[in-house]
């Protein structure tokens, strides 16, 4: 386990160095730097997500942000990377390697791209573990932690599957399930969907243990009871779904107040909006 261990020492060293790029956060608008880097002349956004393997919206948010951050330009129907963007690469490159006398070359930035992608790996593999740690019976299908992390089911599950049945024990974090949609009653000749669920081994759970976030998730009783109310496995979602709900009650409440002609029912959901906004709230300074 040591590998893994070393990847999540340095990931931590990484994921403070955010002046520039939270690499917790971020970690396609590195990938895309970094392909960027390497490419000769511009990239499309559909090409780079081709390239890559990222959802297209995924990639055309991080390069607007990278844009704005002057990392990147926008030229005719594609990307370039700015001198500003080359030095950030550069910097990153003696972080890594810890080589001061960089010059910059496409050789350099191959080896950089080889070095980060096991930190994008070690990044990914981290927030797997912390979304099935924060899951009913530590486990979520391949849909919903690709909707959550933000890569495709294709790309996350090539990821997922090398920790499967990896030939050193110490290395199997994942258990693959296969689980099948329920049969429409009135339908009984209907084909059953499959879908791919991953739940945690022992092993996996040994390392969810080790990890900090999910330790003061463990300890946050309020965090744990919103994600089970909005059925989150993350505070980001768990945030989202929570101000959709605000949302759709008070328009509901406002038409079901219009129809009975009462003002209860309004009253009732902000009472009820006042508690959710206090959980959240107190969920994000607990623990």
């Known amino acids: 386990m040591s590998q893994i261990v070393a990847f999540t020492d340095k990931l931590e060293i ?5 002046s520039i790029i939270d690499f917790a956060k971020s970690t396609i608008q590195l990938e895309i730097l970094l392909y960027l ?3 000769k002349g511009y990239a499309s956004a559909s090409e780079i997500a081709i ?29 370039l990377i700015t001198k500003d963007g080359r030095e950030f690469v550069r910097n990153l490159c003696m972080l ?17 791209r080889v070095m980060v992608e096991n930190f994008v790996t070690a990044n ?6 912390l979304a099935l740690g924060c899951a009913k019976n530590h486990e979520a299908s391949l849909d919903k932690l ?45 084909k059953r969907k499959k879908k791919i669920y991953y739940r945690l081994t022992e092993q996996g759970l040994k390392e969810l243990k080790r990890l900090y976030e999910y330790r003061r998730y463990n300890r946050n009783i309020y965090l744990k009871l919103l994600f089970r109310i909005t059925f989150s496995l ?11 709900l605000i949302a759709t009650g008070i328009i509901a409440s406002i038409i079901l107040s219009v129809i009975s002609g009462s003002l209860w029912i309004i009253g009732a959901w902000l009472c009820i909006v006042q508690a959710l906004s206090a959980l959240a709230l107190i969920s994000e300074y607990v623990g």
Do not use: C, H, M, Q
């Not at 990914?124 to 573990?129: G, P, R």
């Not at 030939?167 to 429409?184: H, T």
């Open 234 to 244: 993350s505070k980001s979602e768990a945030y989202k779904k929570l101000i959709g």
């Open 14 to 18: 990484l994921r403070s160095l955010d």
């Open 96 to 112: 890594v390697s810890g080589n001061t006398s960089l010059r910059g070359n496409v050789e350099e930035l191959r080896n950089l």
């Open 146 to 190: 690709s909707k959550l992390i933000g890569i495709s089911k294709a790309r996350l599950k090539s990821y997922i599957e090398l920790f499967v049945d990896n030939k050193s024990k110490s290395l199997r974090l994942f258990e693959k399930v296969i689980k099948y949609e329920s049969k429409i009653p009135i339908i009984p000749f209907v």
């Open 124 to 129: 990914y593999l981290y927030d797997i573990i």
């Open 51 to 79: 390239d890559l393997g990222l959802k297209f919206k995924s990639v055309y948010d991080a390069l607007t942000k990278l844009a704005r951050k002057g990392l990147i330009e926008k030229k005719g129907g594609g990307y």
């Open 37 to 39: 880097g390497l490419k």
